[in-house]
């Protein structure tokens, strides 16, 4: 099992909150608002990024609690425990602090010790969205394949970032400056986009041998924003300068491209498909990707509410498809009912109220 003495500290509505003994399989049930989704939240923070629900850290100390919240949690290795923990503190309330055996860690470091996947009800509407949803969504997948992943897109998106102030300047930009810049969002551009066209590949290999019921299976394509290859991007950003001068953007690039999702058998596009279909298609890929080969990490997989809107059939199904892989599953509920047939496998505790309490089944 991945995660274990799991402690949640002033975090949203959690004053204090302890999960001991878990297993392979874990359920939190309770009332709409009781605190069950915070807790997956909390789990989430120890992946690089801002968690499942992308919060800023502000909000989620509980109450505005003066000290910062703070989470930790054991983790099983091969080579034996590690504590992971963090959090945020009154004498830094907007930095985030991360530690690794209680030794201070850059956040990025989080990916080499767990790789973690969600499944939320507020990502039903991924393939409705912008592309950059999607594009969120890919990386995530990434992440948890390649923690380098990480550090790759952030020095592109620092790139980026300073690329656009210059273009959007009243000052007509220093040439030498642009190919500087231009150099470091080529080199981690074309490195976050490689990642991204393998994990659809991946995806795509894994997925054909999927039957296409009871989850309706997605077909995917990776259709990049510019050209692949470092040299290639490079001359494609400079010969865009004028057009992007005048946009006071940047046009081309890995930050433009797109995740296209069909639905297999029909060919018809994820956005075109019924709300069932699309759900049904979200559910394939993310077991799919749970699936893929992570290495020597622990995985945990974290499904808010998915087997809510879900009938037996495909509960049955997607229950024995989270046996057959190795993540630790957190999974939520109102009520044990649709849980039966993995209940005498699994950890559960009642939530009320940010209060945890471990029950018998």
Not at 131 to 138: I, N, S
């Amino acid at each position: 099992m991945a995660l274990d003495r799991i402690l949640l500290s002033r975090f949203r509505n959690h004053a204090g909150t302890a999960l001991d003994g878990t297993a392979r399989f874990n359920l939190l049930v309770g009332e709409n608002g009781a605190g069950k989704t915070n807790v997956l939240e909390a789990l989430s923070l120890f992946a690089p990024g801002r968690g499942l629900r992308r919060a800023q850290l502000a909000d989620i100390a509980a109450n505005d609690a003066p000290g910062g919240f703070a989470v930790s949690a054991e983790l099983a290795t091969r080579a034996g425990p590690v504590l992971l923990g963090t959090g945020t503190s009154a004498e830094r309330p907007g930095r985030r602090i991360v530690q690794v055996n209680r030794a201070e860690a850059p956040a990025v470091r989080l990916g080499e010790w767990l790789a973690i996947g969600w499944l939320t009800p507020a990502m039903d509407r991924l393939f409705m969205e912008g592309a950059g949803a999607r594009r969120r969504f890919l990386d995530r997948l990434v992440l948890a394949l390649e923690p380098e992943h990480a550090r790759n897109a952030a020095r592109l998106e620092a790139a980026l970032r300073e690329r656009n102030r210059l273009l959007a300047g009243d000052a007509e930009p220093d040439p030498a400056w642009l190919e500087a810049l231009e150099a470091q969002l080529a080199e981690a551009g074309s490195l976050v986009a490689e990642a991204r066209g393998r994990l659809v590949h991946r995806l795509c290999n894994a997925l054909a041998t999927l039957p296409q019921a009871p989850f309706a299976r997605p077909d995917l394509a990776y259709a990049p924003g510019g050209p692949l290859g470092r040299e290639e991007l490079a001359a494609a950003l400079a010969e865009s300068r004028r057009r992007d001068r005048a946009a006071q953007r940047t046009l081309v690039g890995p930050h433009r491209d797109e995740l296209v999702v069909t639905m297999a058998g029909k060919g018809q596009p994820a956005a075109e498909s019924s709300t069932g279909e699309q759900k049904a298609m979200l559910i394939a890929l993310t077991l799919a990707h749970a699936g893929l080969d992570q290495g020597e990490r622990p995985a945990l997989l974290l499904l808010d509410e998915v087997a809510a809107h879900l009938d037996p059939l495909r509960r049955e199904a997607l229950f024995a498809r989270l046996r057959e892989g190795r993540a630790q599953v957190w999974l939520t509920g109102t009520e044990l009912a649709p849980f039966e047939a993995i209940l005498p496998e699994a950890a559960v505790w009642r939530v009320d109220g940010g209060t945890v309490a471990r029950i018998a089944t």
